[in-house]
């Protein structure tokens, strides 16, 4: 199957800094990505949808200006999370759609371990 | 709307126990249907899926079949090894949707 990948897997910063962390697809061309949070014996939250070289669609409750998706090309995606406190610390999960394939399948990264001090 | 309910965990068996976690749905039109698993400290990773009513999805000895007549999709396994201790996730996507929706997850635990 396609493979997706998340950079950083786990980071740890301070409070009040901003954490960068990127999804890519490997091998396929990803227009629309998909940015999920969970919670620890939880199951996956969806933050926002985020479509190539448009804004990001975000689910209610989310923040955008908080949660700041870029997805400047057909294989990247970056979530930054911006002014950290501890209470985003959480695990966060990146999916890419194929969309060359006949039913509707995400790929999911390996996600990012997020710890705000 | 969209829903997928799975039974709550933990699932505790022994080795080599018979594993059955049991999906049910509701959605409209004809959803697509999947397992996930999430082993600890890890991301989602596709376990099986089944396309259309009937359809038997199966991998690494697991098994689930799409049964619409009571719009379930049940994870069953012969024989648990101990490295299937994990975190599983039924989902579904239908009509236009690329978003699935998931389950709550059902932890399973199995011992030596």
């Known amino acids: 199957g396609a493979v997706v990948s998340q950079h950083p897997s786990r980071v740890i910063c301070k409070s009040g800094t901003s954490v960068k962390i990127e999804c890519r697809s490997l091998d396929f061309q990803a227009t629309t990505m998909f940015w999920y949070r969970q919670f620890p014996k939880q199951s996956l939250m969806l933050m926002a949808t985020?479509?190539?070289?448009?804004?990001?669609?975000?689910e209610q409750g989310v923040e955008k200006d908080k949660f700041l998706i870029n997805h400047a090309s057909l294989t990247l995606s970056t979530l930054t999370v911006t002014s950290a406190h501890p209470e985003d610390s959480s695990f966060y999960i990146c999916?890419?759609?194929?969309?060359?394939?006949?039913?509707?399948?995400?790929?999911f990264g390996p996600g990012t371990r997020l710890t705000v001090l | 709307g969209n829903s997928v309910t799975q039974m709550e965990g933990p699932v505790t068996l022994s080795e080599e126990a018979f594993l059955t976690i049991n999906c049910t749905y509701t959605?409209?039109?004809?959803?697509?249907l999947f397992w996930y698993v999430q082993y600890p400290g890890e991301g989602l990773q596709l376990l099986l899926k089944a396309t259309k009513a009937d359809d038997k999805g199966s991998n690494k000895g697991f098994e689930a079949t799409y049964r619409k007549e009571t719009t379930s999709f049940h994870l069953e396994k012969g024989s648990v090894q101990v490295s299937d201790s994990a975190v599983y996730f039924c989902a579904l996507s239908s009509g236009g949707s690329y978003i699935p929706t998931f389950g709550r997850g059902t932890s399973l635990i199995v011992h030596p």
């Open positions: 985020s479509n190539e070289g448009s804004k990001a669609t975000y």
């Open positions: 959605a409209t039109g004809y959803p697509s």
């Open positions: 999916s890419a759609l194929d969309r060359t394939l006949s039913y509707n399948e995400q790929f």
